[in-house]
């Protein structure tokens, strides 16, 4: 197979894997379909030009269902130059409204001081050590993105957009609280010694110590989770920590199919990371005092979209990033043996990388060839792709609350994501 056609059949196996995933999956099948003259042939023989089908994500999504079970191919280079073209012009509505007369809300560390006393003060305890180390953390130095949407969401489903209640305020802190206490834990099984730049708990305290705080942060979330008491949100929240636990163990397992394992990451990625940020912006819509029934699954489908969209570049900023800025080690997931996107992204270019999966690169040497191998490769590039694609999901979503400088806020959110260092 010459190298034009290589390149081709990458980049459809990319567009193949990025279509197959939860409600708006495709059916991936092992036949590719045919190279010819400019266009594109399903796997029945019926020709469609490349140009119309693949002007851009939305309209490949939108011409081909779930039902099909067809491979398609894009099949040469001018379309793949243009297929990017298309996915970053600032043309959009989303765009356009972004640069209207009324501001989105910027906050500062400042904003989330409330945040961060209120989780000391729930955190206060007559053990003193265990008080310290479960407070280390809160300490001002997160990026503080869950709670901020969890404002921004509450705001923007209420009939007060300027206002949120006190049990949305309450699931902001809960939710920084969770996200912390899961850091706490992954440090733990990831024998991490940096986390924001400092030195993780269990690596001053132990990982005993370090385990206990990180349950006691959880218990007590869960003891603010049920004050709010409304038994819907108490079920969301609680799933949150189901996920937590189930991602964790996806993380350990691999798949042996390129196609699998795309899909065993893209599943583990939303438990992880993005459970948290999408059922957190269900409960603060549950809670609003808007048209709940409308927001909840607007609120949740742009959490789970900004939420994937936010992994995919932590992913991305590993290969690309450097340890003074992410504030913790690159290439760290190489180190754990896990394969991320780029590298999942990067085997269908270079197969050889799939034996090193397998062993998570446990062989001396195998880390290293890796990573020139996904620097080699187009991984880096899709990866990015990928998380503009969910952002762009996340805005399509919010675009159908009603106007406000919450909801720009929210859209203003994506291109935070995509646009961060660390």
Same mark, same amino acid.
């Given at each position: 197979?010459?190298?034009?056609?290589?390149?081709?059949?990458?980049?459809?196996?990319?567009?193949?894997?990025?279509?197959?995933?939860?409600?708006?999956?495709?059916?991936?099948?092992?036949?590719?379909?045919?190279?010819?003259?400019?266009?594109?042939?399903?796997?029945?023989?019926?020709?469609?030009?490349?140009?119309?089908?693949?002007?851009?994500?939305?309209?490949?999504?939108?011409?081909?269902?779930?039902?099909?079970?067809?491979?398609?191919?894009?099949?040469?280079?001018?379309?793949?130059?243009?297929?990017?073209?298309?996915?970053?012009?600032?043309?959009?509505?989303?765009?356009?409204?972004?640069?209207?007369?009324?501001?989105?809300?910027?906050?500062?560390?400042?904003?989330?001081?409330?945040?961060?006393?209120?989780? /000391?003060?729930?955190?206060?305890?007559?053990?003193?050590?265990?008080?310290?180390?479960?407070?280390?953390?809160?300490?001002?130095?997160?990026?503080?993105?869950?709670?901020?949407?969890?404002?921004?969401?509450?705001?923007?489903?209420?009939?007060?957009?300027?206002?949120?209640?006190?049990?949305?305020?309450?699931?902001?802190?809960?939710?920084?609280?969770?996200?912390?206490?899961?850091?706490?834990?992954?440090?733990?099984?990831?024998?991490?010694?940096?986390?924001?730049?400092?030195?993780?708990?269990?690596?001053?305290?132990?990982?005993?110590?370090?385990?206990?705080?990180?349950?006691?942060?959880?218990?007590?979330?869960?003891?603010?989770?049920?004050?709010?008491?409304?038994?819907?949100?108490?079920?969301?929240?609680?799933?949150?920590?189901?996920?937590?636990?189930?991602?964790?163990?996806?993380?350990?397992?691999?798949?042996?199919?390129?196609?699998?394992?795309?899909?065993?990451?893209?599943?583990?990625?939303? /438990?992880?990371?993005?459970?948290?940020?999408?059922?957190?912006?269900?409960?603060?819509?549950?809670?609003?005092?808007? #048209?709940?029934?409308?927001?909840?699954?607007?609120?949740?489908?742009?959490?789970?979209?900004?939420?994937?969209?936010?992994?995919?570049?932590? #992913?991305?900023?590993?290969?690309?990033?450097?340890?003074?800025?992410?504030?913790?080690?690159?290439?760290?997931?190489?180190?754990?043996?896990?394969?991320?996107?780029?590298?999942?992204?990067?085997?269908?270019?270079?197969?050889?990388?799939?034996?090193?999966?397998?062993?998570?690169?446990?062989?001396?040497?195998?880390?290293?060839?890796?990573?020139?191998?996904?620097?080699?490769?187009?991984?880096?590039?899709?990866?990015?792709?990928?998380?503009?694609?969910?952002?762009?999901?996340?805005?399509?979503?919010?675009?159908?609350?009603?106007?406000?400088?919450?909801?720009?806020?929210?859209?203003?959110?994506?291109?935070?994501?995509?646009?961060?260092? /660390?």
């Amino acid at each position: 197979m010459n190298r034009i056609l290589q390149r081709n059949v990458y980049l459809c196996r990319v567009c193949l894997l990025n279509a197959n995933r939860n409600r708006s999956s495709i059916t991936v099948t092992n036949s590719l379909t045919c190279f010819l003259n400019g266009q594109i042939r399903c796997a029945s023989n019926n020709k469609i030009p490349a140009r119309r089908l693949y002007s851009n994500w939305n309209s490949f999504s939108k011409k081909v269902t779930p039902a099909t079970g067809k491979s398609w191919l894009l099949v040469n280079n001018h379309e793949r130059r243009s297929y990017h073209a298309s996915s970053s012009e600032d043309t959009s509505p989303q765009a356009r409204q972004q640069q209207s007369n009324e501001d989105v809300i910027k906050f500062n560390s400042d904003d989330f001081k409330f945040i961060e006393n209120d989780i /000391k003060k729930e955190l206060e305890t007559s053990t003193l050590e265990l008080k310290e180390i479960s407070q280390y953390h809160f300490d001002g130095a997160g990026k503080y993105i869950r709670p901020m949407i969890s404002i921004l969401m509450s705001q923007a489903c209420n009939r007060d957009h300027s206002r949120i209640n006190s049990s949305q305020r309450e699931v902001a802190t809960i939710v920084e609280m969770i996200h912390t206490a899961s850091l706490v834990h992954d440090d733990v099984i990831d024998a991490s010694n940096l986390r924001r730049g400092k030195e993780t708990a269990h690596h001053l305290w132990g990982q005993k110590k370090a385990i206990l705080a990180g349950n006691y942060i959880l218990s007590t979330a869960s003891r603010k989770l049920a004050r709010i008491g409304n038994v819907e949100v108490v079920q969301v929240l609680s799933q949150v920590l189901e996920d937590l636990v189930k991602g964790e163990f996806m993380q350990l397992g691999s798949k042996e199919s390129d196609t699998e394992r795309f899909n065993h990451y893209m599943k583990k990625t939303y /438990k992880k990371t993005a459970s948290l940020i999408a059922n957190s912006c269900k409960a603060v819509a549950i809670l609003a005092d808007g #048209d709940v029934d409308n927001m909840r699954d607007i609120a949740y489908q742009y959490g789970r979209n900004v939420g994937i969209a936010f992994q995919l570049i932590d #992913d991305y900023l590993d290969f690309v990033a450097n340890e003074s800025s992410m504030g913790k080690p690159v290439c760290a997931d190489l180190q754990l043996g896990l394969a991320t996107a780029p590298v999942l992204y990067a085997s269908m270019q270079f197969p050889e990388l799939n034996s090193m999966i397998m062993r998570r690169f446990s062989r001396d040497g195998d880390v290293q060839e890796a990573r020139r191998l996904v620097m080699l490769s187009n991984g880096v590039e899709y990866t990015k792709f990928l998380a503009k694609q969910h952002c762009q999901q996340a805005i399509e979503c919010v675009e159908k609350l009603e106007n406000s400088a919450a909801k720009r806020s929210l859209i203003d959110v994506t291109e935070k994501i995509l646009k961060r260092t /660390k």
